[in-house]
DNA sequence: TTATTTCATATTGACATACTAGGAAAAAGG
DNA sequence: CCTTTTTCCTAGTATGTCAATATGAAATAA
């Protein structure tokens, strides 16, 4: 029942790019060492990120990315759910689930259904403006 | 991100137990068959709910496990951290994690926080005797 | 043409998950 | 005492996931 290291560190890389956001487009190698994680980890990270419309790339020397909306577009849910896929708690409420047979009888899928809502409800809440906000208070 | 079938399993045979408590212990053998799930797999989990205390076991024919506390003292979280550990979604908020020297820049680990908190807010909020009652409801 | 960047795919080692297997220990009933 | 039924304990195993690293190709600015 943990967030991995590619959801957590996705989420840390779309707030570098957000602050980072000049005339320049941000190089994964900045990144890697403001936030201490390997380059070659964050472009796996990234290329989920870069599929789903998130950031655009621009390749070559002085290239880099850049967010494709605006920070208060992004949710948290948003972006751990394209690194670590949908984020529910159980199988049982994936999409694509094989509906079991037993679920109408089944009392502890009212607890994941809540417990569902209440992790979107924060996950969900929360924009990369923000983290930016909180970020800048921290570090002025 | 998921819950294991471990936790998921455990919290069923809770019920399971919980719903057939009479002056016979429950067996597994028969929890086994209602639940669909092999007594190996089951004798696995109820171990670590015998370590904490939850339920008691009795040895030999006749024998089988019993609650040792009224199904309103258990809420669904105590059970689940009993087999799954600790339920927090990232390990910076476990007790025993070494706090990572960026801890106080941090600004993700808010979100975490507030994660972990609306966790427990459903899983600390039903009890082994909601179930039961939800139960009943769906087959009296 | 070279250096710099992203892009794509494969490989690795460690660990976790979801079980199954085999047998020991306890105890009730005859 | 003996047999059967139950829990208890340890080990094994197949599969998958995690957290990276490695290698090299493709694009492009200067």
Chains 1, 2 share one sequence.
Not at 8 to 30: G, N, S
Request: charged letters at 30%; glycine letters at 6%; aromatic letters at 6%.
């Amino acid at each position: 029942m943990k967030i991995s290291t590619k959801g957590r560190y996705a989420l840390r890389l779309m707030l570098d790019i957000a602050m980072h956001d000049t005339i320049e487009p941000v190089r994964l190698k900045d990144t890697a060492e403001r936030q201490n994680i390997s380059v070659k980890y964050l472009e796996q990270i990234i290329s989920a990120l870069v599929r789903a419309g998130y950031v655009k790339s621009i390749r070559g020397p002085q290239g880099g990315y850049r967010l494709m909306k605006k920070p208060t577009e992004y949710t948290v849910g948003m972006i751990l759910r394209q690194v670590e896929g949908n984020m529910v708690p159980v199988s049982c409420l994936e999409d694509e689930a094989v509906d079991c047979e037993r679920q109408e009888q089944c009392v502890t899928l009212r607890i994941w259904k809540e417990l569902d809502v209440a992790m979107r409800s924060v996950l969900d809440k929360y924009t990369l403006a923000d983290l930016m906000g909180w970020q800048q208070e921290i570090t002025p």
